[in-house]
């Protein structure tokens, strides 16, 4: 059976020729997942030889990564705000940036919020779990159109400790709540990808994460524009929107804010200087 160096030799190169990101830490992340070990254990094991079982299933899984299958997906999870989520297929891959939602949450709410939080699209439940983790006292109901979605969130809802404050609901964005102001916060991470700009996505997203979670409508902009009118009748007065959207969206949804009624109205930019983030209060 090979070794632990030698398989490293081996997918690094492989890793590489695919055109995979950082193809030493996807092996030794791989390794780390089928030995049960962690990647800093590893490092002095170079001649620790495989079980024919983990060998077996460690040239299943670096097959797909070489097939440009999401890391996320064959480890089955992934992290977020420092906590580890749940992932499979059917689900979008939690992003780094979306953390920026959670950052933007904790400045305009104080710890110990009492109340309701929305989050559409709930995806991995990532930013709702996440909410409701950052905010002991509030309750957060999370919606998705797919049962996937659904499933994962109650999953990491229940693995993190919160579905007693966690509502799933599966409706088309805010579409099955009532108008009504019941909402201090409403997040969302929702489709905004151009139909053009869809096919020139990375093999990972474009092949393997769902089509439904990236692609937001003509420009990208109608369901993000969906959710900026639907939130403005379900928060209360005072309540914050905070809704992530693509780098050349900001002053298309600060408009939409503007007709929807809302008064503070922002965007927020990511590392790289490019807007990103709606902000707007009810
Ligand atoms: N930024 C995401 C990407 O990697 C898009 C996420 C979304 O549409 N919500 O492609």
């Not at 055109?19 to 094991?45: K, Q, W, Y």
């Not at 809302?262 to 709606?278: C, H, M, N, P, S």
Request: aromatic share 6%; net charge neutral.
């Amino acid at each position: 059976m090979p070794t632990v160096a030698q398989s490293i030799h081996q997918w690094r190169a492989a890793f590489a020729a695919a055109g995979v990101d950082s193809p030493r830490l996807t092996i030794e992340l791989l390794l780390a997942h089928v030995t049960g070990l962690d990647r800093g254990a590893l490092i002095g094991m170079g001649n620790h030889e495989l079980t024919p079982a983990q060998s077996a299933q460690l040239q299943a899984l670096c097959a797909r990564r070489a097939a440009r299958e999401p890391l996320a997906y064959l480890l089955g999870h992934w992290d977020f705000y420092g906590r580890r989520f749940a992932v499979k297929p059917g689900v979008l891959i939690p992003r780094p940036e979306t953390e920026a939602v959670i950052d933007l949450a904790r400045k305009l709410l104080p710890p110990g919020a009492q109340g309701w939080a929305a989050d559409a699209g709930c995806g991995s439940g990532a930013l709702a779990v996440t909410l409701a983790l950052e905010f002991p006292h509030l309750r957060v109901v999370a919606t998705d159109l797919h049962p996937t979605p659904l499933q994962v969130t109650a999953e990491n809802a229940r693995a993190l400790g919160v579905s007693s404050r966690l509502a799933l609901v599966r409706m088309d964005a805010l579409t099955g709540l009532k108008p009504a102001a019941l909402f201090d916060l409403m997040v969302s991470n929702p489709p905004y990808v151009t139909p053009q700009d869809y096919p020139t996505l990375q093999p990972e997203v474009r092949d393997f994460e769902p089509q439904e979670a990236l692609v937001g409508g003509q420009s990208g902009l109608i369901i993000p524009e969906t959710i900026v009118h639907q939130a403005a009748a379900r928060l209360k007065p005072g309540g914050w929107l905070i809704l992530e959207h693509g780098m050349e969206q900001g002053a298309a949804l600060r408009q939409a804010a503007t007709s929807a009624g809302y008064k503070d109205i922002r965007t927020e930019k990511d590392f790289a200087g490019l807007d990103r983030i709606l902000v707007a209060q009810a």
